[in-house]
């Protein structure tokens, strides 16, 4: 891979993040407790979990290179959030994965949701989730999963399938069991 593409996609998983971090941060208020009635005491084992969480591990090798990305993540990691990028492998163009945990509830998603281009609650695996789309290319798409009071986001940017909502859900299925409960 050339350093010219490389940096191409390296700004571009930039720009993605940079996008997600501005959408996160449009001035709602209201109260990040849990969105269900359950008690923040009940969720305290997740949010511990989720704080030693390394999004980096989340995926196997194998799972990586069938995913058409490199096995070695780059961490990535801002005020209120902690992630990994996994770049595309050179034959996918310039697919990349991203695994982010957030403070963030599924709540705090639904209540901006009038700020992306797409917004559906869903569930994964049996948990309560969100996808979100952000751009109109319909290339990246990313599906919020909740961990506790908290959130893992699994995001696929350059997808050229003409699914990546379809992509980064399949993959938030093999994520979901690996997260704290």
């Known amino acids: 891979m050339t350093k010219s593409?490389?940096?191409?996609v390296g700004i571009g998983l930039i720009t993605v993040s940079g996008v997600f971090l501005a959408a996160c941060n449009n001035g709602v208020s209201g109260d990040p407790g849990p969105a269900t009635g359950a008690s923040t005491s009940a969720n305290s084992g997740g949010d511990a979990a989720l704080n030693k969480l390394d999004p980096c591990t989340l995926l196997t090798t194998q799972e990586l290179q069938q995913y058409q990305v490199r096995t070695k993540g780059e961490p990535?990691?801002?005020?209120?959030?902690?992630?990994?990028?996994f770049l595309g492998s050179p034959d996918s163009l310039s697919r990349?994965?991203?695994?982010?945990?957030?403070?963030?509830?599924?709540?705090?998603?639904?209540?901006r949701k009038d700020s992306y281009v797409k917004f559906a609650t869903n569930s994964v695996n049996g948990r309560d989730a969100a996808q979100v789309q952000i751009s109109a290319s319909n290339t990246e798409c990313s599906q919020i999963i909740a961990v506790g009071s908290?959130?893992?986001?699994?995001?696929?940017?350059?997808?050229?399938?003409?699914?990546?909502?379809?992509?980064?859900?399949?993959?938030?299925?093999?994520?979901e069991p690996r997260l704290p409960k």
């Open 5 to 8: 593409f490389r940096v191409v």
């Open 76 to 85: 990535m990691n801002s005020s209120d959030e902690q992630g990994c990028d």
């Open 96 to 111: 990349g994965i991203n695994l982010t945990k957030s403070k963030d509830s599924v709540a705090d998603y639904v209540r």
């Open 150 to 175: 908290g959130t893992v986001s699994v995001a696929v940017t350059g997808d050229k399938s003409g699914d990546p909502c379809g992509d980064a859900l399949q993959i938030a299925k093999v994520v």
